[in-house]
């Protein structure tokens, strides 16, 4: 188990993490603050937003992305510390309708019929949630059927909620997102082996203000106890 040492005075973490992450990184940095003394502040949003945002010299300490190709950039213009970065959180796709009025979906192909008139994804072309979703369709051959009715959300809570108010027929979503909503019902669950490999790295950036600050708090993200909430929250955690 990763062990955090205690500051000698407590200091401010600024974390920059994917949307899907949300409720779980709440629920964390409780008992973090608690124990530490140090403060965590979040800004959430889609990864290829944050990448954006820390690449534009956003006050970031610790990026938390849903996907390698997003950190890989980031590495490539060394604007994260690559000893710090680790692959910690696995997660799998589902397809989910309004809880109370959803059709009935028994596989994802059947997206590409013509009773189904509008899927919710997020954006298939940048943001992780969206080209995990594009990458399976395309697998199973219903890509081309999907997208003209396929309306593109700014990130993976935004999907979820669109499908949860009866704005979209169903959505593709993360298992964790579905799981946190009362809202909608999950219709299919796409199988671990036969869906996209869903990574979640984690790195301190190499402009953080607050350096040992962002290292303890990835220390204690990757300890037992972290880990433990990932799962209560649906994350899987395939390397400990």
């Given amino acids: 188990m990763a062990l955090v040492s205690l500051p000698a005075a407590a200091e401010e973490v600024r974390v920059f993490a994917a949307a899907s992450l949300t409720d779980v990184l709440k629920d964390i940095a409780t008992d973090y603050e608690r124990s530490s003394g140090d403060r965590v502040v979040f ?65 994802a192909k059947e997206l590409a019929d013509d009773r189904v008139m509008s899927v919710a994804i997020a954006e298939p072309t940048s943001v992780p949630a969206g080209i995990y979703a594009r990458e399976y369709l395309l697998k199973i051959g219903a890509w081309g059927r999907v997208v003209p009715k396929a309306i593109p959300m700014d990130n993976v809570r935004a999907a979820l909620a669109a499908v949860g108010s009866g704005n979209a027929d169903c959505g593709i979503v993360y298992r964790t997102d579905a799981l946190i909503s009362k809202h909608v019902r999950v219709a299919v669950e796409v199988p671990k082996d036969e869906g996209p490999h869903i990574s979640y790295p984690f790195a301190v950036t190499t402009s953080a203000r607050s350096p040992a600050a962002a290292r303890r708090f990835l220390a204690y993200l990757t300890s037992k106890p972290a880990l433990d909430v990932f799962r209560r929250y649906g994350f899987l955690v395939p390397h400990e």
């Fill in 43 to 107: 800004n959430f949003g889609s990864s290829s937003m944050l990448a954006r945002q820390i690449e534009q010299d956003a006050p970031a300490d610790l990026f938390l992305s849903a996907d390698e190709s997003k950190m890989d950039d980031l590495q490539k213009s060394n604007l994260i510390d690559r000893k710090t970065r680790l692959s910690v959180l696995s997660n799998t796709l589902v397809i989910v309708v309004p809880a109370d009025r959803g059709m009935m979906i028994t596989s």
